[in-house]
């Protein structure tokens, strides 16, 4: 693994993402070695080739939702990478690390405090955020800045729903997220890896979006905690980590809010970090992607959409703007 500057991990090159499948079947080599010798007997590799479904948890169904561009055609990730082959540095910076150590998280009583420029400050509990809104779902994109992509079926409502409910001031320009950061829940945080807490950021009018969703749930079901467990964001035409997981806080602000990755690496990490596939990473191209799920040794990697495929919906966002400059 590349180490930069002074900063215990960053996003690997291109070449070191290591392809789903091999990397799932060196997973499991590793537990049957592993295994092997705690029996005293030779490596055997476990007959199953595809983890076991775990515990289903609690259902939260979607209605379909009628925005825009909010179901995609794509076939969605089996559950098993989706929530097995994550990013969530708290937790670890290994794709397995979250699966395997975000089970402690505790995620109720859960509040989530609302400040700054709006008219309506104030916590909001779980059960309040729950009931704010129907939920629906969102089958999208999610493309990470390393290369790889997944389709998943989200369950949530518009962010809007709630930025209408707590009225941002005319001074609101920008909403941050503030994730948990709890050193007794979450191993990662040891490490120096990124500044703690987690904290992202959208511009008002990105945030209120249709298409941003406050998701609490995948597949039908709340969401696991390696998934951001109980709410997290999810803006599928950016590059995965501007979607904040565990959110313990949005703040309504004036300027342009620094955030984590920014503040690690502001050479290939900008605060606007749209899907832009003619804007290469500065270690790496960013005009392909592999798809999770389909990256067998000999699949072929996708041509990576522009704004991820949800150009018809946001571009007017960006009307005007030099996406090479604000990437
Ligand atoms: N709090 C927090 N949120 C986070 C991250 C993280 O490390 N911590 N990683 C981000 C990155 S880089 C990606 S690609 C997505 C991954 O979401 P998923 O694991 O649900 O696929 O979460 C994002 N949200
Ligand atoms: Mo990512």
Redesign the pocket.
């Known amino acids: 693994m590349h180490l930069l500057k002074d900063r215990g991990f960053v996003h690997p090159i291109a070449s070191e993402i290591t392809p789903r499948a091999v990397y799932a079947q060196r997973r499991r080599l590793v537990q049957g070695l592993m295994a092997g010798a705690a029996l005293g007997a030779l490596p055997t590799l476990p007959a199953q080739a595809q983890p076991a479904r775990p515990g289903k948890l609690a259902a939260l169904p979607g209605g379909r939702s009628a925005v825009a561009g909010a179901s995609t055609m794509d076939k969605v990730t089996p559950y098993t990478d ?1 929530t097995g082959y ?5 937790f670890g910076t290994d794709k397995s690390d ?1 699966a395997r150590n975000a089970g402690r998280l505790k995620t109720r009583p859960w509040t989530v405090a609302i400040e700054g420029e709006v008219k309506k400050p104030g916590n909001w509990d779980l059960e309040s955020l729950l009931k704010l809104s129907p939920m629906e779902e969102r089958i999208y994109r ?1 493309r ?2 390393e290369g790889w992509s ?1 389709v ?1 079926p989200w369950v949530g409502y518009s962010l809007a729903e709630l930025m209408r409910r707590v009225e941002p001031t005319g001074n609101a320009k920008f909403v941050q997220f503030v ?1 948990l950061t709890d050193k007794a829940q979450m191993p990662g945080l040891a490490s120096a890896s ?1 500044e703690w807490p ?1 904290v992202e950021a959208l511009r008002l009018d990105e945030a209120m979006h249709p298409l941003t969703l406050l998701a609490f749930g995948l597949y039908g079901e709340v969401l696991p905690n ?3 467990a109980p709410l ?1 964001l999810v803006a599928p035409w950016k ?3 501007k ?4 959110i313990v806080k949005i703040r309504f602000v004036e300027k342009q809010p620094k955030t984590s990755w920014e503040t690690a690496i502001p050479s290939e990490y900008g605060f606007y970090s749209n899907v832009n596939p003619k804007v290469d990473h500065p270690r790496w191209s960013q005009a392909t992607e592999r798809r999770i799920g389909e990256d067998g040794l000999f699949a072929k990697k996708r041509p990576t959409l522009v704004f991820n495929g949800y150009e018809p919906q946001v571009g007017q966002l960006y009307a005007g703007m030099d996406l090479k400059k604000f990437y």
């Open positions: 989706v994550n990013n969530f540095y708290e979250p999610l990470c800045v997944m998943v994730t990124l987690y390696q998934n951001g997290r590059y995965g980590f979607s904040g997981k565990s």
